[in-house]
Nanobody, 123 residues
């Protein structure tokens, strides 16, 4: 059974940092594009970052570019999201997901999702 478990969320102060982890079981992540999305109540899920299989390049949403870094450790079957210069508008539930192919920006194409981890940034 495939399972993605996010961790590392919590409360951070404005300008602070957090590192999210997404650990997989039941599936080898190295064959998949990995993505991070976030969602606040009443809004659509927003693309945050993605990293392809080889990890040689990365994709970021405009709102996090230059502040967040996505990385993967295929040996640990884990994907990370290092978040820095946090702002209150980064407050959301953060989800990791994987897909085999296609645009990394489109949430609809991801095959499997974790349960999410809450990130709250205070001003």
């Amino acid at each position: 059974q495939v399972q993605l478990v996010e961790s590392g969320g919590g409360l951070a102060q404005f300008g602070g940092s957090l590192r999210l982890s997404c650990a997989a079981s039941g599936r080898t992540l190295e064959n998949y594009i990995m993505g991070w999305f976030r969602q606040v109540p009443g809004k659509e899920r927003e693309f945050v970052a993605a990293i392809p299989r080889a990890g040689s390049f990365t994709y970021y949403g405009d709102s996090v570019k230059g502040r967040f870094t996505i990385s993967r450790d295929n040996a640990k079957n884990t994907v990370y999201l290092q978040m820095g210069s946090l702002k209150p508008e980064d407050t959301a539930v953060y989800y990791c997901a994987f897909r085999y192919s296609g645009s990394p920006y489109n949430a609809n194409g991801y095959n499997f999702w974790g349960q999410g981890t809450q990130v709250t940034v205070s001003s």
